[in-house]
């Protein structure tokens, strides 16, 4: 099984200011790496695909890089709703989801 | 506007079955492109993969739940299954339905249901 391991587990930033979470995988997935917001009482939102591609109407404030064993998601400029959490996924081999990263507001 | 519903028992006894179903509305369960897809979520904890189904029926599970796991599609309903075996507490969990899209080696979940909490208690 592919061990993937966020980092921070939590991010304390100010509105307009930058984030950026990290994400590992225990072996290369390649590009095959998603990201997903998660709002508190919600289903997870799919926002990045492919480790870099937006899914449709996900903000250009939101980007991915990323390839091998090393991912990461930036967030420029925070918005009130960007504070919640964050989880990537592989998809290389079988499908394992890392711990997330939850953003908060500092 | 594809949309995903899930419904069926919110309590489960121990070393029961749970059983849920998801709705698929706004496109055919019978496209080709996709395949349906279970996930869950403990309370307060992270997402974990349980398995998935083309239309044609083949089903692919996560290994450590594979014993236990059964998914299953009805083409005719545009709906597709869920049964987990022998459950116990630590099958608590919001379950939730999704889509999910292929791209190189395997799928992303593009479209997600509003998740459906079962608890396992006596």
């Known amino acids: 099984e592919i061990v993937m391991t966020q980092s921070p587990a939590t991010l304390s930033v100010s509105p307009g200011e930058r984030a950026t979470l990290s994400c590992r995988a225990s072996q290369s997935v390649s590009s095959n790496l998603a990201w997903y917001q998660q709002k508190p009482g919600q289903a997870p939102r799919l926002l990045i695909f492919g480790a870099f591609t937006r899914a449709t109407g996900v903000p250009a404030r939101f980007s991915g890089s990323g390839s091998g064993t090393e991912f990461t998601l930036t967030i420029s400029s925070l918005q009130s709703e960007d504070f919640v959490v964050y989880y990537c996924?592989?998809?290389?081999?079988?499908?394992?989801f890392g711990q997330g990263s939850r953003l908060e507001i500092k | 506007q594809l949309q995903l519903q899930e419904s069926g028992s919110g309590l489960v006894k121990p070393s029961q079955t749970l059983s849920l179903t998801c709705a698929v509305s706004?496109?055919?369960?019978?496209?080709?492109?996709?395949?349906w897809s279970w996930i869950r979520q403990p309370p307060g904890k992270g997402l974990e993969w349980i398995g998935y189904?083309?239309?044609?029926?083949?089903?692919y599970y996560n290994p450590s739940l594979e014993s236990r796991v059964t998914i299953s599609v009805d083409k005719s309903k545009n709906q597709f299954s869920l049964k987990l075996n022998s459950v116990t507490a630590a099958d608590t969990a919001v379950y939730y339905c999704a889509r999910a899209s292929r791209l190189g080696r395997g799928y992303y979940f593009d479209y997600w249901g509003q998740g459906s909490l079962v608890t396992v208690s006596s």
């Open positions: 706004g496109d055919s369960i019978s496209s080709g492109t996709y395949s």
């Open positions: 189904i083309y239309h044609s029926g083949s089903t």
């Open positions: 996924q592989q998809y290389n081999n079988w499908i394992t």
